[in-house]
């Protein structure tokens, strides 16, 4: 999984702040703007971005966490038909 992050504009890597003609400012603005697939909201600068369809990081971890959690071995037990 790779992990975008928009410079803040204004800082040395960021697009201009305002508007300017800058193709690179251009991108990372119209990504910034883009909307995130989990919540809805601006992807915005200076947060890390991820995935296909792109959402915040902390949305895909929301959506479908890393770490497994402590039920998961309960739901596979589940799963499991105890059947004699
Ligand atoms: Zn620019
Ligand atoms: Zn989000």
Sequence with gaps: MSIL????????DG?????CD???CHLLREIA???CAHCGGHLGFGTKI???PSMHLRCAQAHD???EPLT???R???HHDPKP
């Design 50 to 52: 991820t995935g296909d």
């Design 76 to 78: 596979s037990a589940e």
């Design 33 to 35: 703007h883009e909307r």
């Design 65 to 67: 966490p890393i770490h």
């Design 5 to 12: 992050i928009v410079p803040t504009p204004g800082t040395p």
């Design 15 to 19: 697009p201009c702040r305002g508007s």
């Design 72 to 74: 998961g071995a309960h």
């Design 22 to 24: 800058h193709r690179k």
